[in-house]
């Protein structure tokens, strides 16, 4: 039992979920589960820039370099990741899931198999829709696990932008058991829903709409950073860390739901 695995058993006392991130970029991710005091035991990014930055940010987290090398890093309650939109966006060549860079999905779901956290928070390009998304879901249907999805946009955050993003949460049924699953109780249907930050507050309720509230001092997310292209590269690439936060507090009141 390495370290990591160690934590996973013991936080079963303390009653507190574990992270891993792939694809980790910046860390929006991270940040998303600090906001909802969900500690990230490990990462994985390939590029040197972003792991400097998670270095510093997150400097106890077990740090990963290549996906295509990582095998077995430890479990996890929740592994989250953004694999790259470049084959699956509009601006990209269209070749889908099945191209080159796109094509990591292979790499993210071995992880999720050797691993097999409770939850999966994927994050990618809307256009995933219908350029490899029944993919991923045959993918994750074989392994026991249910999906949803929905695509948020930024703006509905307080954001001055839109970036719509795809985002799924598939959880593990084996784990969950489906007995306790019930139409109103899924993470993008229950009731009603609010995550508070900054002085924000962001409410959904049933059907998946989405409005914001007292957004007023949020500011754009690249006021204040110099023209330096890995760090506008990094940041246009990142995950939202409110819109990050959001989803993790879903996947929190689900997983209580269900206790």
Request: glycine share 10%; charged share 25%.
């Given at each position: 039992?390495?370290?990591?695995?160690?934590?996973?058993?013991?936080?079963?006392?303390?009653?507190?979920?574990?992270?891993?991130?792939?694809?980790?970029?910046?860390?929006?991710?991270?940040?998303?589960?600090?906001?909802?005091?969900?500690?990230?035991?490990?990462?994985?990014?390939?590029?040197?820039?972003?792991?400097?930055?998670?270095?510093?940010?997150?400097?106890?987290?077990?740090?990963?370099?290549?996906?295509?090398?990582?095998?077995?890093?430890?479990?996890?309650?929740?592994?989250?990741?953004g694999?790259?939109?470049?084959?699956?966006?509009?601006?990209?060549?269209?070749?889908?899931?099945?191209?080159s860079?796109?094509?990591?999905?292979?790499?993210?779901?071995?992880?999720?198999?050797?691993?097999?956290?409770?939850?999966?928070?994927?994050?990618?390009?809307?256009?995933?829709?219908?350029r490899?998304?029944?993919?991923?879901?045959?993918?994750?249907?074989?392994?026991?696990?249910?999906?949803?999805?929905?695509?948020?946009?930024?703006?509905?955050?307080?954001?001055?932008?839109?970036?719509?993003?795809l985002?799924?949460?598939?959880?593990?049924?084996?784990?969950?058991?489906?007995?306790?699953?019930?139409?109103?109780?899924?993470?993008?249907?229950?009731?009603?829903?609010?995550?508070?930050?900054?002085?924000?507050?962001?409410?959904?309720?049933?059907?998946?709409?989405?409005?914001?509230?007292?957004?007023?001092?949020?500011?754009?997310?690249?006021?204040?950073?110099?023209y330096?292209?890995?760090?506008?590269?990094?940041?246009?690439?990142?995950?939202?860390?409110?819109?990050?936060?959001?989803?993790?507090?879903?996947?929190?009141?689900f997983?209580?739901?269900?206790?």
């Amino acid at each position: 039992m390495n370290d990591y695995q160690g934590f996973a058993y013991n936080k079963k006392e303390r009653n507190q979920m574990t992270h891993g991130s792939l694809f980790s970029g910046i860390g929006g991710f991270e940040l998303g589960a600090q906001m909802n005091n969900i500690p990230t035991l490990w990462n994985c990014e390939i590029e040197d820039f972003q792991r400097t930055i998670l270095k510093q940010v997150f400097p106890d987290t077990k740090q990963y370099e290549d996906i295509k090398e990582l095998s077995k890093p430890g479990y996890v309650d929740i592994i989250s990741g953004g694999f790259p939109c470049q084959d699956i966006s509009i601006a990209g060549k269209g070749e889908g899931i099945t191209g080159s860079r796109s094509g990591l999905w292979n790499e993210m779901f071995r992880i999720i198999r050797e691993v097999r956290p409770k939850y999966v928070l994927i994050e990618n390009s809307p256009m995933l829709l219908i350029r490899g998304f029944e993919r991923v879901l045959c993918d994750l249907s074989q392994i026991g696990y249910n999906a949803e999805w929905k695509c948020i946009q930024n703006k509905v955050f307080g954001f001055p932008h839109n970036r719509e993003r795809l985002y799924c949460i598939a959880y593990d049924s084996h784990q969950i058991g489906r007995e306790k699953i019930h139409y109103e109780d899924t993470i993008f249907n229950s009731e009603s829903r609010s995550f508070e930050i900054q002085g924000g507050k962001f409410s959904r309720m049933s059907g998946g709409s989405f409005w914001s509230e007292d957004y007023s001092e949020f500011l754009r997310m690249d006021d204040g950073i110099s023209y330096n292209v890995h760090r506008l590269e990094a940041i246009g690439n990142a995950v939202n860390p409110v819109v990050a936060g959001f989803l993790f507090s879903c996947i929190k009141e689900f997983d209580n739901q269900l206790a």
